[in-house]
């Protein structure tokens, strides 16, 4: 089973941007979907976007859609969330999950889908 840290938080400014990369422990990175989610104080966690094992299939949350870039390198055993024109309402904790999958296995938008999670980093977007 691998293991996942996130890594890129920090603080930005409304209409900045971030780059958040969830790097993996093991090669086998590239047997697994990956996931982004968020929680913010007080609210459940929430889909933020996903990329499918082979990376050729990505899906978004409608609120971050146009805004958000999810990418990955298998090579580095790295999933990247390119953060771009941040909101205020962007403000939370961004979790990085992982679902080892079959290679057709569609985009996975479910928090309960993914079997492997890391600790967090903290995204805070002033106005």
């Known amino acids: 089973q691998v293991q996942v840290a996130e890594s890129g938080g920090g603080l930005v400014q409304a209409g900045g941007s971030l780059r958040l990369s969830c790097e993996a422990s093991?090669?086998?990175?590239?047997?697994?979907?990956v996931g982004w989610f968020r929680q913010s104080p007080g609210q459940a966690r929430e889909f933020v976007a996903t990329?499918?094992?082979?990376?050729?299939?990505?899906a978004y949350a409608d609120s971050v859609k146009g805004r958000f870039t999810i990418s990955r390198d298998n090579a580095k055993k790295t999933v990247y969330l390119q953060m771009d024109n941040l909101k205020p309402e962007d403000t939370a904790v961004y979790y990085c999950?992982?679902?080892?999958?079959?290679?057709?296995?569609?985009?996975?938008?479910?928090?309960?889908?993914?079997?492997?999670w890391g600790q967090g980093t903290q995204v805070t977007v002033s106005s």
């Open positions: 093991r090669r086998a990175f590239s047997d697994y979907a």
């Open positions: 999950a992982a679902k080892r999958t079959i290679l057709t296995m569609p985009p996975m938008l479910q928090a309960g889908s993914y079997d492997v």
């Open positions: 990329i499918t094992r082979g990376g050729g299939n990505s």
